[in-house]
């Protein structure tokens, strides 16, 4: 049962994927990633990407063997109804609690920076009306917003990394690799949690019109995403060296550290308003997946049905998620990286592993038939 009629392109799947994850990657994974890697941050991200590969893969696999559904709905049929039913619980329950921290970054950042007087209910409830409204519009209407926001939030990040162009000072990159790449190797660990939301292709997939390419377009993504990355890495490791660790948000420090002539100064304020558009794509993603994936584990003819109620349950675990920003790095740091792991990509390895063994088992010819 189809409950999004809506229907996208895979470029618009690709599109989708880069602010689902860079939107909140880039303010806090340079900073957590620098205690480990140290100077070899930058190389982090390409280890980190191997898992957007290989979830892009499963994913992709599971579409074409349960084409039209998604991990909540093959679950039951690749692990019988009732083990399915606990696996699709257990990933709804793991999605609604990351929201909760998406919602929460917001707030923190938004209230941390600029609105510091201001209740982060307040900050944290409109941004979740916003997006309910686009949730209930449907994955098109999210699609195209993707589209007109995230080149904006390109050219924008560009052109930071050119105007900060004589701040940077290349040796604070040096010596690379100074003990082999075992501390990049560690610094992966973080970037892997992000590179696990790669599963929510699963949602995606289902409504790609030309799903051929998905595959494609999923791979794209994950090379755009990685290389955002390296070069926001090496930015800001040439312009703070070992201090990177002491800032919560390396990047927006960043962008005050632009002057041009006495004129152009002071870009934070502008840095904050295209950030503010991805962080609403990724929150209609993540608030999208949930509601989806409860409408079809109920069993529900509508999904927009819960859209409002799950909304305030948003902002109340966003208040209950985490005391603040200094917590919720130490969990991305810690145990969030096992927890987001198990969930967001071995149980989508499990199920395509066994998946694949069953239809190849089914699709295996009995002993004794006969064949025309």
């Not at 409109?126 to 993707?146: D, H, N, P, T």
């Not at 690379?176 to 939301?197: A, K, P, Q, Y």
């Amino acid at each position: 049962m189809m409950l999004e009629k809506g229907k996208i392109s895979a470029l618009q799947m690709g599109i989708l994927m880069y602010p689902t994850i860079m939107a909140t990657a880039i303010l806090v994974v340079p900073s957590i990633t620098i205690k480990h890697a140290e100077r070899d941050m930058w190389i982090s991200p390409i280890w980190g990407s191997f898992v957007g590969f290989a979830l892009t893969y499963i994913t992709y696999q599971l579409h074409k063997l349960y084409p039209g559904q998604s991990l909540i709905q093959y679950s039951e049929r690749v692990f019988g109804r009732i083990l399915g039913k606990c696996c699709g619980l257990l990933f709804l329950m793991m999605q609604l609690h990351d929201t909760g921290f998406v919602i929460r970054e917001y707030g923190e950042f938004v209230i941390g920076n600029f609105l510091s007087r201001t209740p982060v209910v307040m900050v944290m409830g409109s941004l979740v009306l916003v997006c309910a409204f686009a949730v209930r519009s449907g994955v098109e209407v999210i699609a195209r917003c993707a589209q007109l926001f995230v080149p904006v939030f390109i050219l924008l990040l560009l052109l930071l990394m050119l105007l900060l162009g004589p701040e940077y000072d290349p040796h604070n990159m040096l010596p690379m690799l100074e003990n082999g790449i075992g501390r990049s190797l560690r610094g992966s660990l973080t970037v892997n949690s992000w590179f696990s939301d790669f599963v929510m292709l699963t949602f995606l997939l289902p409504a790609v019109s030309d799903p051929n390419k998905g595959r494609k377009w999923g791979i794209i993504a994950v090379v755009s995403i990685m290389l955002t990355m390296v070069i926001t890495n090496i930015a800001i490791l040439m312009l703070f060296g070992d201090l990177t660790a002491g800032f919560n948000y390396p990047f927006m420090v960043a962008s005050r550290y632009i002057g041009l002539a006495d004129f152009v100064e002071h870009l934070e304020a502008i840095t904050m308003a295209i950030w503010v558009l991805v962080i609403f794509i990724k929150m209609c993603i993540y608030y999208y997946v949930f509601v989806l994936g409860t409408a079809q584990w109920l069993k529900l003819s509508d999904y927009r049905l819960l859209v409002f109620p799950v909304g305030i349950c948003i902002v109340a675990l966003g208040i209950w998620v985490t005391p603040n920003m200094q917590v919720m790095a130490k969990f991305f740091d810690s145990s969030g990286l096992f927890y987001s792991l198990s969930v967001k990509a071995l149980l989508p390895a499990l199920l395509c592993a066994v998946a694949l063994v069953r239809h190849k088992f089914r699709s295996r010819p009995v002993p004794g038939s006969k064949t025309r």
